[in-house]
């Protein structure tokens, strides 16, 4: 079987406590939210998923044929917490009581497969030779999450990835928000900071931010307002609209159709706790009624 997307990296027990202090344990992490997204935006997906073979039930979360997945086996799963202070949920702290191992190019599983999604969430995550071996199987993504947090003692702190002019290059779609943008480039403008990564060699990339998403693909822009009705789902945002987004590219999607589908999405996901559950023709239809 030829698969569209192979979305990689460690799915996690999340403690998530609101601003109110109530408490609510999920699974979730960038591989979870990307593959439910992608799935809604019509791909043929494989999960590749890092966690303890003693959490095997976090497979059953993502919903997919065992022929759709694999366990990558870990000494632990990751264990996050995060605490909000705001009801839309855009300050928090996050703290990582436990991270997985890395993950090297040995674990992949040999199928077919179009492109390859680095779905990380802290440094470490990903060795620079799988960057490397799977760049020679097909086309790669990364969600640069996975390159510039770094788990201090149990503290998520950010810090600028020293490679990055070597290995920018690798992408061929590149997802980073505001922030992590500013801490790559040093200038807050996102445009700009799109224009300095597309010359540092990523080939298109997609800066998402709470009230619009941005696409660069080296020679024009492309935006989207972001236009959920409310904000319970907020947890997964940059994972949904980034896994919608290459689904709808690696379909050969155009850029503007692919990111109005994406945004959609998760602003559809956004009124939601949890991955995105929704069919395609739902995702349309939120589309057409909210966006046209």
């Known amino acids: 079987m030829k698969y569209d997307l192979m979305f990689i990296g460690p799915a996690t027990r999340d403690i998530n406590i609101d601003y109110t202090g109530q408490v609510v344990e999920e699974i979730g992490g960038a591989v979870y939210f990307c593959t439910y997204a992608a799935r809604s935006a019509g791909a043929n997906v494989y999960a590749s998923v890092k966690i303890s073979p003693n959490d095997h039930d976090i497979l059953d979360a993502f919903d997919l044929d065992t022929d759709h997945i694999a366990l990558l086996p870990s000494q632990k799963t990751t264990l996050m917490r995060n605490t909000y202070f705001t009801a839309d949920r855009e300050r928090r702290k996050a703290e990582c009581l436990a991270q997985s191992d890395s993950i090297p190019l040995s674990d992949i599983p040999a199928i077919d497969c179009k492109l390859y999604h680095l779905a990380g969430l802290l440094y470490g995550d990903f060795p620079l030779e799988l960057l490397d071996g799977l760049k020679k199987r097909g086309m790669l993504s990364a969600d640069i999450q996975g390159f510039l947090r770094h788990n201090e003692d149990g503290q998520m702190n950010f810090h600028d990835w020293k490679v990055k002019k070597e290995h920018l290059s690798d992408f061929d779609f590149l997802k980073t928000d505001a922030a992590e943008a500013e801490i790559l480039t040093g200038t807050d403008d996102r445009r700009k900071a799109a224009q300095i990564l597309h010359n540092w060699g990523a080939k298109e990339i997609l800066i998402s931010h709470n009230q619009e998403m941005l696409v660069y693909d080296g020679t024009q822009f492309y935006t989207c307002p972001v236009k959920a009705r409310n904000l319970s789902g907020r947890t997964g945002r940059g994972d949904t609209v980034f896994g919608a987004y290459l689904a ?12 109005l589908f994406a945004t959609a999405a998760v602003s559809l996901k956004m ?14 239809a939120y589309r057409d009624t909210f966006f046209k």
């Not at 690696?250 to 503007?256: A, K």
């Not at 009124?271 to 349309?284: D, K, M």
């Open 248 to 259: 709808q590219r690696v379909q050969n999607i155009p850029i503007p159709d692919a990111l």
């Open 271 to 284: 009124e939601s706790p949890g991955p995105l559950r929704a069919s395609t023709a739902e995702v349309c």
